[in-house]
């Protein structure tokens, strides 16, 4: 793995800082997409891979800041990361490492070169896409999230994005549905 240089965001002086994250557009985001994540009024965009056409990126960039990886569908672009690294910053203290990669579990724990990647980073949250399954979860130390699809449906999945909220209480994460622009809790959650 080739060391990259960490990308650095600071946060507003009392820590805050929201990302929203957004994942397998597939050349097709959903028609509110664009929209929900304008309403989250975020400081940066994350994007998990599977971009397909590149100009979708487009729209999101007039909204916020926007680091995106490579998914397994975005082979012709070269140019395109792997792996980014982001440091969340307030004043010199790093508050949250995340590592940023497009395939990085089986099941609900990482897969062993997503893990080592990790290890690499010191990463303290992987966010990633492929499966287009919202998901939340912890491998030992490590906190993984999966904001789901907003590219075209893929039945029984919902269309959902991903917003992570940085603030004095800690790290919060929660889905949204694309199609209702509600919170989205797995089924028998809500």
Request: glycine share 12%; with cysteine; hydrophobic share 40%.
């Amino acid at each position: 793995m080739v060391r990259r240089v960490p990308k650095v965001v600071r946060t507003a002086p009392s820590g805050a800082l929201s990302l929203a994250v957004i994942s397998d557009t597939h050349s097709e985001p959903h028609a509110a997409a664009v929209g929900l994540v304008r309403e989250l009024a975020p400081d940066l965009i994350l994007h998990g891979g599977d971009i397909g056409r590149l100009s979708v990126l487009d729209r999101f960039e007039e909204v916020a800041p926007l680091v995106y990886v490579r998914g397994n569908i975005d082979g012709r672009a070269s140019d395109m990361p792997d792996l980014e690294e982001i440091h969340i910053r307030r004043g010199d203290q790093i508050l949250l490492r995340i590592m940023l990669t497009h395939i990085a579990v089986y099941g609900v724990r990482l897969q062993a070169e997503a893990r080592r990647m990790a290890q690499a980073c010191d990463a303290d949250l992987v966010v990633f896409g492929h499966s287009h399954v919202p998901f939340l979860g912890r491998d030992g130390r490590v906190a993984l999230f999966n904001p789901g699809s907003i590219g075209p449906r893929r039945p029984p999945l919902p269309i959902t994005l991903g917003h992570i909220q940085i603030g004095e209480g800690g790290v919060q994460f929660r889905h949204l549905d694309c199609e209702t622009g509600r919170v989205w809790l797995p089924p028998g959650m809500g």
